[in-house]
């Protein structure tokens, strides 16, 4: 009972990430080619500059959440995929000194190097992140201790690959939600624009991965056979994924926004719901079936007591992120720094 | 020469070297800026609101260093310390977690309000938003530490199935390792952010640019660094001794040099560990002063290095170095802050170009008194990662290879260079504007 709220409140952790730093995410993959003047690039990022680092510690109670209830899944995961881990923490470095420091010196060229730093990072998290999860559905090869060595060819297979391009796709889809929420003018002009484009890209893609994931993990399916009523999570959505069109030709931007954040949590909730009660499977030939929610576990105690603290701090949290959000709530500018 | 534990234990200990020089500023500064507004507040006094504004940017960069050089310190738990994680993991899990929860939630979110929302808050907020972000970094601060302090003295675990499992969250929280532990390394962190603080204003002074300014953050810096270098000897300093010589003697026999056990234990002043013939080379002692620091009693029996199989030694130059490095900076810090106390008291300060010079270069001293600190406390620990339960050489990753890893190190150390330039670079563009263009400045 205890691993299985623990594996709730992981997804809940993670799709919480996805959802927040997935807009910023997406705006920083996207805003060299929204965003065409210096002004208006000052404005992008200033839509996300309070908010990002808040964003980001997701990240980081997601995997202290991962270390304190499953620390086997948090040691084979992050071992195994030692050097792609790596890049990731690389990255993470380089995007966040890209948006603190593009801005300490009145120079255009400083701030064009850094832009397309913050860019080109962005957009490379959001594939690898999109990847790592493909990976996590696919499967590891385990050896009998339950660890496993990820090679790059092991990391970048083809639904990996897959899954990195939909994350590109429905991260710049959510931070061009998110932009033409925040923003007016001529950048939210443009950024209205390529929310359709990017969102038969991101339908394709989802389409092609679901497909594809029925061939990569056969199994997916048992659990929505087993528990009807988590079909309603792809359902939703569905739903969700077919409301963005309609809201953007409506001129609703908050409910554009609101359903591609919708369809970030349905799609990782779908996963996660496939997935229950494994956390990182094994590939045939594994020497272990996989990690699940009981052999990567902590003890029951040590879970007990975690999950008191979370639910605990997640209401203190919750309060002033809602009030945090409020503060800033309304159009970005780029005057509000000064 | 690719041993894996050797190079996992290098990336560790540059990563978290390079990471420290950030929050043992921002931990401080952060108060400081807090009672910066606090002042303004009570007292109606802008000039106060202006060098909270100034220092604010300077702590914002600095944060922004301390979180990108900090999120590869939690993940490297997992990728080259997978056996620890796997040990521990339901342990130090509970307080890494914490730390995300109760303290990075609050810190990320009000420094936003705080750096950019002067405009759109009232001022009580607006100050409440500083006190928050100092919370959040003190409050961070503590859940590391008791991290570390697990490490160091486990408590309100049990061993089940060979893994380390939790009892009671309350006894991991009060650890008595922690509670000395915490208050000193806070108390380095103040005397960092007042050194930094005084030692730009002596700049200011020295360099006739913005005295004004300049004589403020000298008065603060010197004023809070009198009060917590002499807080970081007594009383944080002096009992985290004491539990130290209480919970891992053969540390304190490694910080000493002390390598035969004897009653009336001296403490040598000056001399070099000479780890093959066991004893100091060319010491000056202070005759039984160590029995009297760590017992209470000049007579008490100090154990030394030789009780200890040699396999339970920590690295013993290193340990004995760092501890002296740091004891030896500490006193040097109370003895310039005294002056520059007394000077301040009797209004000469400012005019005292010599002691301004010496506040001045001062400045980078308390960045390696607090690194030597954290040396003896995490080489001191050493064969152990956790003391007593498990070996550092056991909790290594087993599937990353050791050339894995020195490429990885390799990567980190360039990266770091990279940014410690340019954090320089930014910070000292920062000093050279000036407190006063804070109306019209740039944005932090």
Redesign the interface.
Known sequence: MINTLWFLVLTVMLAGYAVLDGFDLGVGALHLLLARTPAERETAIAAI???W??N??W???A???????F??L???????F??A??IV??L???R??AI??R????HPMWRDAWDVTFCLSSALLAVLFGAAVGNVLRGVPF?I?G???GSFALLLNPFALLCGVLSLFALGLHGAAYLAMKTDGPLQQRARRSVVPLWIGMVVLLAAVTGASFVVQPGFTGNFARWPVLALVPLLGAAAAISIPLFRRSGRDTATFLSSATLIVCVLGSAAAGLYPRLLPGLPGSAISGLDIHNAA??A???T??LG??LF??A??IV??VN?YR??GGKATTG??? | MFDAVLADRWQFGFTIMFHYLFPVLTMGLGVMIAVLKTVQLSRADDRYGALARFWAKIF??TF??G???G??M??Q????W??F??F???????T???????A???E??????F???E???RPVVHWLSAVMVALGAVVSGFFIIATDAWMQHPVAYEI?NG?A???S?WGLLTNPYALWQFPHAISGSLVTASMVVAGVGAYYLLSRTFENAGRLCVKVGVISGLVFSMASLFPTGAVNGENVTRYQPVKMAAMEGLFRTQEGAPIAIIGMPDTERHELMDPIFVPRALSYLAYGDFRAKVVGLDDYPPDMHPPVELVYYAYHIMVGLGTMFIAVMAVAAFLLWRRTLFTSRWLLWILMLALPFPYIANEAGWMVAEVGRQPWIVYGLQRTAAAS????SGG?TWF?LL?FMG?YSV?AL?YLF?AG??ILAGPEGTE?G???
């Open positions: 500059g309070p908010v680092n808040g980001e510690v990240l980081l109670a995997g202290g959440s991962m270390v304190v209830a620390p086997h948090y040691a084979a995961a992050f071992s195994g030692y050097l881990l790596m923490l690389w993470l470095v380089l966040g000194i603190e420091f801005h300490q010196v009145d050896d201790e660890n496993f060595r902590s003890s105690r040590s879970m007591i975690a603290v979370y701090g997640m203190i949290v002033y992120l945090v503060v800033w509000y720094h000064a | 914002a960069i922004g260093m979180v990108v050089t999120i590869p939690e993940f738990f997992g990728t080259n997978a056996r994680s796997h521990a993991g339901g342990v130090v899990g509970q890494l977690f914490m730390e995300g929860v109760f990075f939630f609050a990320s979110s009000f420094l936003g309000l750096l950019l929302g405009k759109r808050l089940v893994r499992e939790l009892t969250l990753s087993t599937n990353v894995m990885t990567g990266m940014l340019l930014v563009r920062i019209d740039e944005r932090s």
